[in-house]
Structure formats: structure tokens, C-alpha cells
């Protein structure tokens, strides 16, 4: 399994070193069968200005994933989804086929996130 609190914690090291004055905060989530995590991209006066959904393998298949997605982009959030590299074919299918819609999607390799293996 993807060790999803690796990988955010890298991509909260990321932005804050590209602008200091962003806060990052990140919650992990899990369920009988997955784990995921949004990460919440905070500017000075902390507003949030952006959401990053990250998804494991298999845990964008759960039933109210696009749903979270699309009510963060009609709320109005600047919002995506970081995936791995092997799903993404897959991932764009299905969430099109269950009415995704006003987010971004990103490959871990795009963000220059490298997967860790939990053991």
C-alpha cells in the first residue's frame, strides 16, 4: 500500500518551500478498505486556497470520492486529485463516467512525488 502520509507530508514541504507564506495542513482518512488524504493549501490570513485530494490505488473507487471532489469545485475551491501514475487511464474513465467534473487531476510523478511502499 502507498504510504499516502509520506507523500503528503513531501507535497507539504513542497509548496511551503516555494512560498513561505502558504501554511499546508494535511488530514488522513481511512475506511474498512481504503486511505486517502486532503491536503489544505492555506494563504497568510488563512483562507484556504486550494484542496488536494490524495488517492491510494484503489481508494478513489470509494462510493462518495467524486462526490467530494465535485462539491469542493462548486464551493468554490481551487480543488484536485494526485493519483498514482499506474491508474490514471482508469481513474479518468470512471470518474467521467460518474459525473466528475471542475477539478484537476495529477500523477504523482507530475508533482514530483515518488510512491513509498508501506511495509
Known amino acids: 500500500m502507498t504510504d499516502l502520509s509520506r507523500i503528503m507530508a513531501n507535497r507539504a514541504e513542497n509548496v511551503t518551500a516555494r512560498d513561505p507564506d502558504l501554511t499546508v495542513r494535511y488530514s488522513l482518512y481511512t475506511d474498512d478498505r481504503h486511505e486517502w488524504g486532503i491536503l489544505h493549501i492555506l494563504d497568510p490570513e488563512e483562507k484556504v486556497i ?3 485530494f490524495f488517492e ?3 481508494s478513489w473507487r470509494r462510493p462518495n470520492a467524486v ?3 465535485n462539491m469542493a469545485a462548486h464551493e468554490g ?3 484536485s486529485v494526485v493519483i498514482p501514475d499506474e491508474v490514471f487511464s482508469q481513474f479518468i474513465r470512471e470518474v467521467h463516467q460518474r459525473g466528475g467534473e471542475g ?3 495529477y500523477l504523482l510523478s507530475e508533482l514530483n512525488l515518488a510512491p513509498r511502499i508501506r511495509a
Open 50 to 52: 486550494g484542496l488536494e
Open 56 to 58: 491510494s490505488e484503489d
Open 67 to 69: 462526490d467530494d471532489y
Open 77 to 79: 475551491y481551487p480543488a
Open 103 to 105: 477539478f484537476s487531476t
